[in-house]
């Protein structure tokens, strides 16, 4: 049944905008790709070493605007790896093929390798300590297709009623590689590598370390349950939660050209990779960041 809440304005934050810009910034232009998330990042060459100041800037935009969109960036994958340390140390993916560095992960799809990342996901939330940021550069993009979408998390945590808010507070979720990796898995391999990488606990609604914002950290692909809620009631919670990264008044919708790069925030978005060029070429190269355990 509907109710006035599924219509109009939501009532979530915004970003500041002047004259088509964010205000604040010295050395970059940061361009709002959305009222709520994401933006275009002029101004830098990400293939050369950061001073200190725009770090801080880049920082900043990234925390602020959750998605930062960068255009004609002919990265190598080393160069990637260099400018995604000055934000943290970057893991090796155990399931993901890489590229030329063991630490870039190379996305290659064609006729033969569908697209399979369309399903709402925060990179690697199944481990202890899940990723702080993803960096993608787009190496090869297919005619029409193919684009990424992200959805600000804190803002579908702000748009929930009050009385779903006063639910969720204090529950925990159990996030698990199993049903998605662990699929390509044998028996074996499985085990080994639950040992590896056992289900991880993390709140349901979590606090971003920087920002202070509350962020509704719970994924349709990762997340098997409710800690403590009988599976019907976990299973039908969670569906709810889940479906709100598919609202697009939270979303931002970017379409690659060769040589984007895409950076974005693991902790407050998730986002969806549209599998709709197949049988065109698609190659992406990514880089992940390693964060904190979410509190
Ligand atoms: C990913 O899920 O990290 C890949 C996103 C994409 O290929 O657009």
Redesign the pocket.
């Known amino acids: 049944m509907l109710s006035p809440r599924h219509f109009g304005p939501r009532p979530i934050r915004t970003l500041p905008e002047e004259n088509g810009l964010v205000p604040g910034y010295r050395r970059i232009r940061v361009r709002p790709a959305t009222p709520v998330i994401g933006a275009t990042v002029e101004g830098v060459d990400l293939r050369k070493p950061l001073d200190e100041e725009l770090f801080r800037e880049l920082e900043r935009a990234l925390l602020q605007c959750k998605v930062l969109f960068f255009r004609d960036q002919p990265i190598s994958a080393a160069e990637q790896l260099a400018f995604a340390r000055h934000f943290g140390e970057v893991e090796v993916h155990p399931f993901l093929p890489a590229g030329e560095v063991p630490e870039v992960i190379r996305?290659e799809k064609d006729e033969q390798v569908k697209?399979v990342?369309n399903i709402w996901?925060s990179?690697v939330s199944w481990r202890e300590v899940p990723s702080m940021g993803?960096i993608?550069h787009a190496i090869e993009v297919p005619s029409v297709g193919?684009d990424?979408l992200w959805a600000d998390m804190a803002a579908a945590w702000q748009g929930l009623p009050d009385d779903l808010k006063e639910r969720i507070e204090g529950l925990e979720a159990v996030h698990d590689f199993a049903h998605s990796f662990g699929l390509l898995l044998s028996p074996e391999e499985l085990e080994e590598k639950r040992r590896q990488f056992p289900p991880a606990v993390h709140p349901v609604v979590r606090t971003h370390p920087r920002t202070g914002e509350k962020i509704l950290y719970v994924n349709q692909i990762f997340v098997s349950h409710i800690v403590g809620l009988e599976e019907e009631e976990s299973d039908r919670l969670l569906a709810e939660l889940c479906a709100q990264a598919a609202i697009p008044e939270y979303q931002v919708r970017f379409r690659?050209e060769p040589h984007s790069v895409a950076f974005w925030d693991n902790r407050s978005t998730q986002?969806y990779?549209v599998s709709d060029y197949w049988p065109r070429r698609?190659v992406?190269e990514?880089v992940t960041i390693i964060g904190e355990r979410p509190r």
């Open positions: 996305f697209g990342e996901h990179d993803s993608l193919g990424t690659w986002h990779a698609r992406m990514r």
